[in-house]
């Protein structure tokens, strides 16, 4: 009984781990473009190829609902729409923000998601104990 409720609260923190893999992703691929305008003229797909998440989300799928979809929608979307130094501006900026979205999503995903383990254990336990 207890793994059972213990894995649905894996599975619940599956969400925050995807969250946080996913900014962490977008950080290092805003990193890369940015190397990439300064020293180099890669193709998009050539940066993406190295990231998990970010060729789907250049490919246009949508891997997070909310304002975070909507953020990185409006994000995909400039990419390459202006000439270098304004892209590099662009980018910039874009930056802080990932930073600040890369490590929310990383605390909030060290947080809950032992929280969500342990309610769901303890959940579990006492199901086991009143069926008992």
């Known amino acids: 009984m207890a793994a059972l409720t213990t894995s649905i609260g894996v599975f619940l923190s599956t969400n925050k781990k995807k969250r946080t893999a996913i900014f962490s992703e977008l950080y290092e691929f805003n990193e890369q473009l940015l190397l990439n ?5 890669k193709t998009l797909d050539k940066i993406a190829e190295n990231f998990k998440y970010v060729p789907e989300i250049l490919q246009g799928k ?20 202006s000439d270098a130094l304004s892209q590099i501006d662009y980018l910039n900026e874009r930056k802080v923000t990932l930073s600040k979205l890369k490590d929310e999503s990383a605390e909030e ?9 342990k309610i769901f254990f303890l959940l579990g336990v006492l199901m086991a104990v009143l069926l008992a």
């Open 62 to 81: 949508k891997l997070l609902d909310g304002s975070d979809g909507e953020f990185i929608s409006d994000y995909v979307s400039n990419i390459g729409k």
């Open 109 to 117: 995903y060290k947080k809950y998601s032992s929280l969500y383990v």
């Open 37 to 41: 305008m300064k020293y180099s003229r």
